[in-house]
């Protein structure tokens, strides 16, 4: 195939890309996105991950270690399928605290401090350098299969020359795309879209190549697992330690990567991709991963041994005569480099120029400038940042002469970049880890990835010299880089991973436990952790000492007039003020900081600001203060709600009291019109038979006759008074007991002989313990006979049953007597249990059986008296009146 | 700083939410077990590949896949009152 229709197919892909990403961003500028900022396009944009080592490298490790190549897969897999527990988190703090990368993350969640943000941008860069030159190494290599095999005519280019030419065009399309405005939030619509539309291109190209391979050189998906399985190759056995540390290291990497975290978090405005994602993206990693083993098994046995199987995806087709298609796969494998380059140049460059270039950009022109536009300066570094960058790789591919396997370039930098992970996850999860902890924990790791993992990737002798390799730093075996520690016989890469990782824990956990975190840390600290509870607010800046001016001119430096004079209109018209310049409330001032942070970071806006403020930040009094005034408020609420109950309870019985009250006062005027009619029937017999006594002339016989009624009429009336006077008596506490031993068989025998006088027609079986009433009480025997003969003659009176029974049963508990006085009749309503103590009360429709409704009520003054109480039964299968006397009464007690 | 303590006890839907909830996070933890659970019976002197052990790992990740697609939809309205508990 001619080279220049090569040249020419990657130079129309490019532009077709330009016109994709331009496209979409002037979309974007006038708010028309619609489904561009659909779950599809979230899903293929983290597509990135499969870079041109995934596109080529992956069938070389497949051929070289048979499964291995999964694990890379496999971790993100897990990552992602697992979102609940850390992506989503993630996501919502990127989207709540307007994060800007993953510098910016870590930075700003150890109390914005800019120190941290420039470790983990180093970080980032060192490790994004090999990776790089790995996407400029894999262009090359297609070149050459290319240029090998078209022998007419072309003569194979030079590969550092095409690797420039690859580094100056994707910086190129870069800067053009990614740093064409500073935006709230770093996003970038155009190159999200682009990097989807890449997604697609190498997922059909992979698999179109694959599907050629299965169905087109093999027969069939049968004959290719006959093949896998008659592939005889001992290296393709899985080895468990580097199996599962691969899979972890995927997944940390898919996590911390710079370019995974920018399309993950940083581009994303919705979290419910992230739901989408979380089997979208597997499926995608899955299906692009079907057929590298295929293309590997094919290749080995198809192609000449020796060829590079890096290049399997180009050199099958190629060899089978399928040029199309090997163009395909090329802008496949193109698309695949190009997509990593460009969107990990932008989030190294966003990193660069907010911890780097602007801290020290506006250290040095503190004084002077004070209206310049800092946005031009911050484009401008970016974009040199973009080109650094780029050159950086060059320099990498130069240097280490594009000779490794892709495979292990790749997982150098891996490693590399989940240094970060600790101090990410701890501070995502746990508050006590602060910014000495993850200094400590990301430096430790840094050391030893480079000691032990970067340096010796460029072989004995070029950095680190044989003698270190052999014997060691300083001549101490035991730090020999790739046996530390004497720990020989690992792996390279998974003693890198072990004793990094490690050691990178330990001395993050250890510096967190030990240290005492500043303030805006603990608040960052809480409000990253708590991200899910809210409440926390990321800052608090003291009231007032900020001139709203200079604010405002500060704000436009970085937001460009129009959004600053906006931002700040729409926060005075929001305070009930006219005009641009709102009060510097604290509120204020972190809406500000939130706008700044989304275009230079956390650190720098807040070190900005503060600047302003005249103060640096918030103090532990502060802090302290917002603690104690939510506990204030809790404790408040506390109280409140007890107080509440209190009420409730209160309003309850005085409910209950008055319900009472109301009932005796109905009682009372019943018992009135009941006591009047009382009295005066006898007074009427006895006025009427009076008056015929003292009109005279009456036979003898009726004089005694009528004499005796009235008499009976006059006794009836001083009954009643009796009665009320002895309850007087009784509720006075002046009544005189005479104590004195006496049996309760006794008792209830006279107590029953003088209740047979009530209704005496009926008939009642007695049922009795006589034994158990055999005990001597001290008390006073008339007054508890008074109560026995009540209970007895109520019994009596009012048991409806056709064969009524009185059953009375006595027992002792303790120093206490209990006497049940139990009858077989209806009982006593529910609703009259309570009443029926009280005085003149009496259940209306009972046999009327005369009585004043007062028994009961002397019953229990009596009982009162004599130190023991009566009360109703219920549940007994009749009226059952329990009386509990003591067994012996003193009399001081009465 | 805490929010009044939530409900001991929940209705049915939002019980239900709470345990896909903690499937969502179990099922990465199953994933890797399945994942290493080859290493175990391959640990022993096999030297070469199977197809056989290539199918298990993509049904493996097939069926995650699929689980993660089943859960995915009730776990997207992460509704108000969000929580790190239960």
Redesign the interface.
Same mark, same amino acid.
């Given at each position: 195939m001619p080279f220049n229709l090569l040249v020419a197919a990657c130079l129309l892909y490019v532009i077709a890309l330009f016109a994709v990403a331009f496209v979409v961003e002037s979309r974007a500028r006038v708010g028309r996105l619609g489904w561009l900022r659909s779950p599809l396009v979230y899903t293929l944009s983290l597509s990135i991950y499969c870079t041109a080592w995934t596109f080529y490298g992956a069938v070389g490790y497949a051929a070289r270690s048979g499964l291995e190549f999964l694990t890379i897969y496999f971790g993100p897999t897990l990552v992602f399928v697992g979102w609940w527990w850390l992506l989503r988190k993630l996501v919502r703090i990127g989207r709540q605290y307007r994060v800007t990368s993953i510098a910016d993350l870590i930075s700003s969640r150890y109390g914005k401090s800019n120190t941290l943000g420039v470790i983990v941008t180093v970080i980032a860069v060192v490790a994004a350098t090999p990776y790089i030159a790995l996407q400029l190494q894999s262009v090359v290599l297609a070149f050459g299969v290319f240029a090998s095999a078209t022998p007419e005519g072309v003569t194979a280019p030079d590969a550092s020359q095409t690797a420039f030419w690859v580094a100056v065009g994707l910086a190129l399309f870069t800067i053009l795309f990614g740093t064409r405005n500073l935006d709230v939030k770093e996003q970038h619509h155009g190159i999200v879209t682009a990097i989807a539309v890449e997604a697609v291109v190498k997922l059909v190209a992979l698999v179109a190549v694959g599907c050629f391979v299965v169905w087109g050189i093999a027969g069939g998906l049968s004959d290719i697992f006959a093949r896998i399985d008659a592939a005889d190759l001992t290296a393709w056995q899985v080895q468990p330690g580097r199996w599962t540390g691969l899979i972890l290291l995927s997944a940390a990497a898919v996590i911390t990567l710079p370019r995974m975290f920018q399309v993950m978090v940083v581009e994303t405005n919705d979290e419910g991709h992230l739901a989408r994602a979380s089997w979208a993206f597997p499926l995608y990693l899955m299906v692009i991963s079907l057929f590298i083993l295929p293309i590997a098994v094919v290749g080995l046995e198809h192609l000449p041994a020796g060829s590079n199987p890096d290049m399997f995806v180009l050199t099958l087709p190629l060899a089978e005569g399928q040029g199309a298609l090997a163009m395909l796969a090329f802008l496949g494998g193109f698309s695949s480099a190009t997509s990593m380059v460009i969107v990990e140049s932008i989030a190294l460059a966003t990193m660069i120029s907010n911890h780097v270039v602007i801290p020290i950009w506006l250290r040095l022109h503190r004084s002077d400038a004070e209206r310049e536009d800092l946005r031009a300066v911050v484009l401008n570094a970016r974009r040199l940042a973009i080109a650094a960058v780029l050159a950086l790789g060059y320099g990498y591919y130069k240097v280490s002469g594009g000779s490794a396997a892709l495979a292990a370039i790749g997982l150098i930098a891996f490693l590399g970049v989940a240094q970060v992970l600790p101090a990410l996850i701890g501070g995502l999860f746990w508050r006590g880890a602060t910014r000495t902890g993850a200094i400590l924990g990301l430096g430790t790791g840094f050391v030893l990835w480079a000691y032990c993992s970067f340096l010796p990737s460029f072989g004995p002798g070029a950095v680190l010299s044989g003698a270190i390799f052999n014997d060691g730093l300083f001549g101490l075996s035991w730090l020999r880089p790739q046996a530390l520690f004497g720990t020989e016989s690992m792996d390279p890469l998974i003693h890198a991973l072990f004793w990094s990782m490690t050691l990178n824990t330990f001395a993050f956990c250890l510096g967190s436990l030990l240290t005492f975190p500043g303030p805006v840390e603990r608040l960052q600290g809480a409000a990253f952790v708590n991200v899910f509870q809210g409440g926390v607010g990321p800052q608090r800046w003291a009231q007032g000492e900020a001139e709203p001016e200079a604010l405002l001119s500060m704000a436009q430096r970085i937001l460009g007039e129009e959004a600053a004079l906006a931002l700040f209109e729409k926060a005075a018209r929001e305070q009930g003020k006219e005009g641009f310049l709102p009060d510097p409330t604290p509120g204020f001032l972190d809406a500000v900081e939130a706008r700044l942070s989304g275009a230079v970071g956390a650190a720098t806006a807040h070190a900005m600001i503060s600047q302003l403020v005249g103060r640096a930040t918030v103090s532990v009094e502060d802090l302290m203060a917002v603690a104690s005034e939510s506990a204030q408020i809790m404790e408040y609420s506390a109280r409140l709600e007890a107080r509440e109950a209190e009420l409730t309870r209160t309003a309850g019985a005085l409910r209950e009291a008055n319900e009472k009250l109301l009932q005796l006062s109905l009682q009372k005027d019943a018992f009135l019109s009941q006591i009047s009619h009382e009295l005066r029937t006898p007074m009427t017999s006895i006025r009427a038979f009076s008056e015929i006594l003292t009109e005279g002339a009456l036979p003898s016989e009726q004089v005694t006759r009528y004499g005796r009624i009235i008499h009976d009429e006059a006794k009836r009336l001083t009954r009643l008074l009796d009665d009320l006077l002895d309850l007087s008596v009784l509720e006075n506490g002046t009544v005189q007991l005479n104590l004195a031993l006496t049996s309760l068989h006794e008792m209830l025998e006279t107590a029953l002989t003088a209740a047979r006088q009530t209704r005496p027609e009926r008939s009642f079986a007695m049922v009795r313990d006589l034994p158990a009433e055999t005990i001597f009480l001290k008390t006073d025997a008339d007054r508890l006979t008074q109560v026995f003969i009540n209970l007895i003659s109520n019994a009596r009176k009012y048991c409806d049953a056709d064969a009524p029974e009185i059953r009375i049963a006595v027992r002792q508990r303790g120093a206490r007597v209990t006497v049940d006085f139990i009858d077989n009749g209806r009982g006593i309503p529910k609703e009259a249990q309570s009443l029926i103590f009280e005085k003149f009360a009496r259940l209306s429709d009972a046999n009327r059986a005369g009585g004043a409704g007062l028994g009961l009520a002397i019953c229990r003054e009596i009982m009162a008296n004599l130190g023991g109480s009566v009360a109703y039964l219920p549940g007994q299968g009749g009226a059952a009146f329990r009386v509990t006397v003591p067994l012996r009464l003193d009399q001081l007690a009465a | 700083?805490?929010?009044p303590a939530r409900p001991l006890f929940l209705a049915r839907a939002p019980y239900r939410l709470r345990r896909l909830?903690d499937a969502?996070?179990l +099922?990465?933890?199953l994933? !890797?077990l399945l994942? *290493?659970l080859?290493?175990l019976w391959?640990?022993g002197d096999?030297?070469?590949?199977?197809?056989g052990?290539?199918l298990y790992?993509?049904g493996v990740?097939?069926v995650?896949? +699929?689980?993660?697609?089943a !859960?995915?939809?009730g *776990?997207?309205?992460?509704e108000a009152g969000?929580?790190?508990d239960d």
């Open positions: - | 700083m805490r929010r909830r969502a996070r +099922l990465p933890i994933g !890797f994942l *290493l080859p290493l391959a640990g096999q030297s070469t590949l199977t197809s052990e290539v790992y993509f990740w097939g995650l896949i +699929l689980c993660a697609a !859960f995915a939809p *776990l997207k309205g992460g969000e929580e790190e």
